[in-house]
């Protein structure tokens, strides 16, 4: 009603008319809705005049208005104009949940009571699911969140191919392949939109590690850049129409992205046809006419006088010095005012209103956790564990109590809720069993000492890794007096942090010595490693019996893992990354081309990921795709609709998934394809489609997927275009990069 009225009061009587004969005669609506089936806007159908109002407001409105609405003029909001009825465009923090409210003009909390949030599963949680009904589930549940809280736009999901193990927001981004990366991303921005909320995809483009990330330059050849870092984007704005997309902090081929004509104009918006707003990362702008010519549309940044952001007042000066004419400025703010239209912030009275931190959301965070839980050892047949066989059970090290939901550098969530695994283990089980914890060791840090020279990256937190043996000999005993043993390991979101990569794979605080010691005193002990990224894992992975991976999981983590633990869910989780037995195995270390310093070469080109391990046949610890389950599964009778296949069709693939033990369970179907001969450097195999198929206890599920033969296409530099090149292909079906469990030959004309 507020803005209702005051939009009645601004308007220019005919666009008030307009307006109104839209709004209020449902007929009208629809009519033209109906007849407007041509003109649409981000994959909507708008009504014919949308274009228009837009312009007409424009034409009232001041110089100095319309850069208000170019630039924050607090830290996450643009400006209002309240005599047009234009409110300000709300942002908020991101892939975790949505961010607690901040100072207007400081990064401090404002510790308000009702800014509490769910905390959701970070990105690596979510993608080791390799379910996008889970990701449109997240981006749906986090879309009510972002309403309830009244904001437009939320800075989320975090997207980058993950191109090192070290990189500092590993945990954050989703993975190292393409392919999942965009089957994850397009179901997650449906669904935050599906809010009347634009997401903001980032960091757009190209922006694969924190260590200098405020200037290095990243070079990457072209067929990389297509094929590797730029798929996910392409498909949220080409098949999730996203409204927004967030330019990253560092310079690509030269130029910063916040100011590269090539990656903003030429491809998102004249290849891909975006047609929503780019907004900086906080403090990514260095210029004005020149990041507004190539692309920008909103300066975010951090604290300063918001005037003097290189959007505001240099801008109006630009504009009055005939630097730059109003007609480009009016084009940038007419992308901002039709995000808005669409996002219903403005000419709309029936906006979705949302939720926040109700069970129902709480119950979206325990599904996502509950399917990310990885299984990567079980021998001896300690897992699931048997809650009547165990009348004394040790749970061990400081993640069991750990909280993730804040921490380190960059956004969290103030969440009312995060189970941790220790309260996961007291709800789930019976009072009978006498629960030991022990702490066993410390997250330390040091406060003087600096990443050492020649350690990757010179800012990270530095850890104390000496235990203390008091810790240890309790935590050894409470192993020993314990018919079994979980200890809970691994790092933290203090450690894996946003603005600094770490140093090294080693486990910080000197865990691996720890669960030695605890191994040694009761083989019965279930290693659970949480975190976000990989870790050196090898010796503790050879020494244990049974081995699980989760994540900074959310605010229902503890019991998701739990019930994994305890056998009440089949854990299904898959690697979204390899696991490498060394960093020297990863390609960027390989090829010894991380972090560079003024300027970072992506030496090894294609072979990202598995695909480097896999081509040049390096053993990883753990292969991209990999995960256990508390049953066995079968593929079988494979076979495709034909052999043959011309460039438009689609493969449609079908399979026998047989359960062949007594549990029910998920299993991921993986369909890679290889081109050994081929008229360019080809990875030994690339994911290409998959499917998660869940099936009970001795049967068999028929199971279908469908590739369109355009994914098999490379891109060729030459013709600046995607090429499927004619020949044969073998299809190779598994449940990891490295356990092909079914192949198939197809050809294409
Ligand atoms: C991060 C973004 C984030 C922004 C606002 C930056 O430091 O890179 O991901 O959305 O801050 O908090």
Redesign the pocket.
């Known amino acids: 009603m507020k803005i209702k009225s005051k939009i009645i009061t601004v308007f220019s009587l005919s666009l008030f008319l307009n307006f109104m004969a839209c709004k209020g005669d449902k007929k009208l609506v629809k009519n033209d809705q109906n007849e407007s089936t041509e003109k649409r806007y981000l994959g909507k159908p708008v009504t014919k005049d949308f274009d228009s109002k837009i312009d007409e407001l424009i034409a009232e409105m001041t110089l100095e208005e319309k850069t208000g609405l170019l630039h924050g003029n607090s830290?996450?909001a643009t400006a209002a104009v309240e005599r047009l009825g234009i409110p300000e465009l709300k942002?908020a923090?991101?892939?975790l949940g949505v961010?607690e409210e901040l100072e207007k003009e400081s990064w401090t909390p404002l510790g308000l009571d009702d800014d509490y949030a769910t905390y959701y599963p970070a990105g690596a949680g979510l993608s080791a699911t390799w379910n996008p009904e889970l990701a449109y589930t997240f981006g749906n549940s986090v879309g009510k969140e972002t309403r309830a809280r009244g904001k437009d736009v939320l800075?989320?999901p975090?997207i980058n191919i993950i191109r090192t193990p070290l990189g500092g927001?590993t945990y954050?981004y989703f993975t190292e392949d393409p392919f999942l990366n965009k089957k994850l991303a397009v179901p997650f921005v449906v669904g935050i939109q599906d809010n009347n909320v634009a997401a903001?995809v980032?960091?757009f483009a190209a922006n694969n590690q924190e260590t200098h990330r405020d200037y290095v330059n990243v070079k990457i050849a072209e067929r990389p850049l297509r094929e590797i870092y730029l798929p996910a984007f392409e498909a949220t704005v080409k098949e999730a129409h996203a409204y927004s997309m967030?330019g990253?902090?560092n310079k690509f081929r030269g130029e910063y992205l916040c100011e590269n004509d090539y990656m903003l104009n030429q491809i998102l918006r004249d290849e891909w046809g975006f047609e929503g707003v780019v907004i900086s990362?906080?403090?990514?702008v260095h210029t004005t006419v020149n990041s507004l010519k190539s692309g920008l549309d909103i300066e975010?940044g951090?604290p300063k006088d918001f005037d003097e952001f290189f959007l505001a007042q240099p801008l109006i000066d630009a504009a009055k010095a005939g630097e730059i004419s109003e007609e480009e400025i009016n084009k940038h703010v007419k992308r901002v005012l039709r995000v808005m239209y669409s996002v219903k912030s403005m000419g709309s009275d029936d906006r979705k209103k949302g939720s926040i931190s109700t069970e129902a959301h709480f119950k979206d965070a325990y599904n996502i956790a509950a399917e990310s839980v990885v299984l990567l050892k079980n021998e001896n047949d300690l897992l699931p564990l048997k809650a009547s066989r165990i009348k004394t059970l040790a749970v061990i090290g400081d993640n069991a109590k750990k909280k993730n939901a804040l921490g380190g550098?960059?956004?969290g969530v103030k969440t009312k809720r995060e189970v941790t695994p220790l309260e996961g283990l007291q709800n789930r089980l019976p009072k009978s069993v006498n629960i030991q914890f022990a702490q066993g060791y410390e997250e330390r840090y040091s406060k003087t000492e600096k990443a050492k020279l020649g350690d990757v990256t010179l800012s990270g937190p530095v850890t104390i890794d000496e235990l203390d043996p008091a810790l240890v000999e309790e935590a050894v005993n409470a192993a020993k007096n314990a018919d079994a043993a979980i200890i809970f390991a691994g790092s933290n979101r203090d450690y894996e942090t946003?603005?600094s990569d770490r140093a090294s794979l080693d486990l910080p605080f000197g865990q691996k010595e720890l669960i030695e010691k605890v191994l040694e005193a009761n083989p019965n002990t279930i290693v659970v490693m949480i975190a976000g990224a990989p870790y050196d894992i090898d010796e503790i992975s050879q020494k244990s019996s049974a081995l699980v991976w989760s994540w900074f999981n959310g605010s229902e983590g503890g019991n998701a893992l739990a019930n994994v633990l305890l056998g009440d869910v089949n854990p299904s989780g898959k690697l979204p990354w390899t696991m490498p037995k060394k960093l020297e195995d990863s390609p960027a270390h390989a090829t010894n081309s991380f972090p560079g310093d003024e300027t970072v070469s992506y030496d090894e080109g294609i072979l990202v990921g598995y695909r480097w391990f896999d081509t040049k046949n390096i053993a990883p610890l753990y292969p991209f795709g990999y995960g256990l389950s508390y049953t066995d599964f079968n593929f079988s009778d494979v076979e495709t609709n034909t052999k043959t296949y011309t460039q438009n069709d689609t493969i449609s693939i079908r399979l026998n998934v047989e359960n062949t033990g007594e549990l029910a369970g998920k299993e991921v179907v993986q369909v890679y394809v290889s081109k050994i001969e081929s008229a360019v450097e080809r990875a030994d195999k690339e994911l290409k489609a998959f499917k998660k198929v869940e099936v009970s206890a001795g049967k068999k599920a028929s199971v279908n997927i469908q590739l369109p033969v355009k994914e098999l296409a490379y891109y060729d530099v030459s013709s600046k275009d995607w090429v499927v090149e004619p020949g044969i292909y073998n299809l190779k079906l598994g449940n990891s990069s490295r356990n092909i469990l079914e192949e198939l030959e197809i050809t294409i004309q």
């Open positions: 830290m996450f942002m923090d991101g892939p961010r800075l989320s975090a927001r954050e903001c980032k960091h967030m990253a902090y990362d906080w403090a990514a975010m951090t550098f960059g956004a946003e603005a």
